[in-house]
């Protein structure tokens, strides 16, 4: 490691490691992880979208412990809403559950392939900050007290990012906008070994509970809610309670308590020589909390930019406000703002409306119902409905952006099993 790069990038999860990947294409850059392991411990259901995921990576069997064929949500009395691959008219699978600990280590591979230099045990501790610019990071490693000068900083450090805070840039959430996880790896449970099953209501309030398989008898089953709606109990209490209704005979192999960002758009991600990506950026998706092909997305931009930085040998906030730009006009930065409102709708949603809804969609699924029939049933069945399902239709466009995304990479991709 030497003591001064164009850009030092904190954090190497898949938003920093693209960020590092994409910059060290022109260059120099350092790429820093606090833990001793890049991608452990696992800390997500490692569910990505295929169509979402080829803009940034092949599939490589080697990280993907199952092919989604599709999900189903379930309604607290047992509506089932399906979509599968065959119904919107796709051809092989949706998704993927990865294998996180692989995946996130291949892609800080990559970026050490293009020339970044990536340390492990490495923390960063603040940032060097000279007339308001950001001009290197503060770093502790194996007990030694370092610093390492740079022209850009990334921060990618996660849903418990310091580094915004510590270049002035306000990234709290709010209890409301925290989700709070739980999740057992399981054993030994029967799933569909090509759907993902996702629970609504009261089981898991403000939330939902999960059943992502990844093969012979295994799965990611957890619950996530918001941590406004815990009210002195925990995520793991309902998670218990649920694995004793679905998986009474299942074995738990691993635990992992989390937390991602459900939040609105941040009112800015950068400062002078400064950008936030990935959960840190809290550009993760209010309605799932998903957010590694967002972190993605953001970690490309990012690096894109700061390359572009660093040849005008400008890094004010002037040059960097590009990646704002483009990361909101890219296909999860529209979608945030608009997610963020069906959150705050979703939530106030009783078992009773989350019922209705789920059956009102399905119908609509199986009977092809026309605008006014649905409109009425809506209106009957609770106005907090109606404003999601006009929000929803809205999602039909990223449906359809999806699922051509599929059809089109098909052509391009062949797997060798
Ligand atoms: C329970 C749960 C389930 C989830 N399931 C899904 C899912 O199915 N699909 C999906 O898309 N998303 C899911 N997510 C969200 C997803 O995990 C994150 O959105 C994604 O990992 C964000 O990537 P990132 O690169 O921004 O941050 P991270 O992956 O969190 O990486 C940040 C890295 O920065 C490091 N770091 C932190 N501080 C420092 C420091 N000071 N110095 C150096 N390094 C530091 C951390 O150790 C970490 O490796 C889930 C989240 C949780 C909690």
Redesign the pocket.
Known sequence: MRDEYDIVV???????SIAARTAAEECDVLL????QEVGSPV??????LKSALLEFAHPDKKWISSYIRGYRIFAPDGTMLEVSSESLGIDGELAYILERNIFDRELAKDAARVGADVMVH???TGLVIEDGLVTGVKIKRLGENLEVRSKIVIG?????S?VGRWAGIDTALKLKDVGS?A?YLMADVDVAEDFCDIYVGSQAPGGYAWV?PKGEKLANV?V?MLASMLKGSRPIDYLDKFVSQHFPAGQQLAL?I???PCSDELKTTISSGLML????ARH?DPIS???????MEGGKIAGNVARKAVQQRDYSVRVLREYEDRRRESLFGKLQHHNYKIKELAVTLSDNDLNKLLQLLTDIRSQRMGFTSVALRLVAANPKVLLIMRNLAHLKELADVLAKGVKDSRQAHVYDD
Do not use: H, L, Y
């Not at 909390?289 to 972190?295: D, K, L, P, Q, S």
């Open positions: 904190v954090g190497a999860g898949p938003g920093g820093i992880e606090k833990r800390r997500c259901a490692e569910g990505v490495t923390r960063a990618a450090d996660g849903v418990e310091q996880a999740q992502f957890g996530g992992m989390g937390s991602c990506v990935g959960d840190a993760c909390g998903a957010g590694i092909t967002n972190a």
